[in-house]
C-alpha cells in the first residue's frame, strides 16, 4: 500500500485558517486521498476525499498538487472544537469504502 | 444513514479472562464491517474485516478472533485476554447514498486489562 507522511503536530490559532500537509509520492493512478479526523475518545469522522481536482465541502477544502504527490488539507477557521488528529488516507475508491489503513495523523492544537 | 452501535463502552478485565465487544449496525444490509484497535498514543490498526455472515479475514495474528453472526452484527472476542490487548475498540462500515465512499465508526470500546 502507498504510504502517507503527516507532521506529527501543527499548532493554530482560533479563527485562521490552517493547513495541514501529507506527502505520498507513491500514490497510484487508482488511489484516492481521504483524509479523517478523531476527536478525543471518539471513533475517526471523515472530513473529505478526492482523486485530482480540489474538493470542497462544508468542513474542509483539499487542496491536490498536480503530480498528486501531495495534498493539503485546509480548515477555513479553526475552532478549538477542530483540534484533533487528522489522518490522510490513500485507498481505491471501489464505490463502498474499502478497508482504511489510518498512520499516526497529525495533532491539531487550536488555541484561543 | 446507518448508524453503528457498539458495547460495552467501557470494560476492565483481568489479564486471563475473556472477552466479548458486540457491534451492530442499522440502516443498512450486507455491508462490510470491520475491527480496529487503537492502543494509547498509537494510531489505528485493523485487526479483523467481514464481508458477510461467516466471512472473516484477520489482518494480524493476535490473541483475538472475530465472528459475524448475522447480517448486521460483528462480535470482537478472545479466550484469555493479555496486557497488550488493552485499547480502543472501533467497529466501522461503507456509509451507504450520500455517504458512499466514506467509512462510519461507532463510538467504540475502551478495555483496560489488569
Known amino acids: 500500500d502507498a504510504k502517507t507522511t503527516q507532521p506529527n503536530s501543527m499548532e493554530s490559532n482560533e479563527e485562521e485558517p490552517v493547513h495541514l500537509p501529507c506527502n505520498h509520492s507513491?500514490?497510484?493512478?487508482?488511489?484516492?486521498i481521504h483524509w479523517y479526523r478523531q476527536l478525543p475518545s471518539q471513533g475517526p469522522e471523515y472530513v473529505i476525499h478526492?482523486?485530482?481536482s480540489n474538493v470542497n465541502n462544508r468542513m474542509a477544502s483539499l487542496a491536490i498538487a498536480e503530480d498528486r504527490k501531495s495534498s493539503t488539507l485546509i480548515l477555513h477557521r479553526a475552532t478549538l472544537r477542530d483540534a484533533a488528529v487528522y489522518y490522510c488516507?490513500?485507498?481505491?475508491?471501489?464505490?463502498?469504502?474499502?478497508?482504511?489503513?489510518f498512520g499516526t495523523g497529525t495533532r491539531l492544537q487550536v488555541t484561543l | 444513514s446507518q448508524t453503528i452501535h457498539q458495547w460495552p463502552a467501557t470494560l476492565v478485565q483481568p489479564v486471563g479472562s475473556p472477552l466479548s465487544l458486540e457491534c451492530t449496525v442499522e440502516g443498512t444490509s450486507n455491508p462490510n464491517l470491520y475491527w480496529y484497535r487503537q492502543a494509547a498514543g498509537r494510531g489505528l490498526q485493523l485487526l479483523f474485516y467481514s464481508v458477510g455472515i461467516g466471512q472473516i479475514s484477520s489482518e494480524v495474528p493476535q490473541n483475538l478472533s472475530a465472528s459475524r453472526p448475522q447480517d448486521r452484527q460483528f462480535i470482537l472476542s478472545s479466550k484469555k485476554l493479555l496486557l497488550s490487548d488493552s485499547g480502543f475498540y472501533l467497529c466501522a462500515c461503507p456509509g451507504t447514498g450520500t455517504g458512499v465512499g466514506e467509512l462510519f465508526f461507532g463510538e467504540g470500546s475502551r478495555l483496560t486489562v489488569l
Open positions: 488516507i490513500l485507498s481505491p475508491h471501489t464505490g463502498t469504502a474499502s478497508k482504511l489503513t
Open positions: 507513491t500514490i497510484s493512478g487508482t488511489d484516492y
Open positions: 478526492g482523486l485530482t
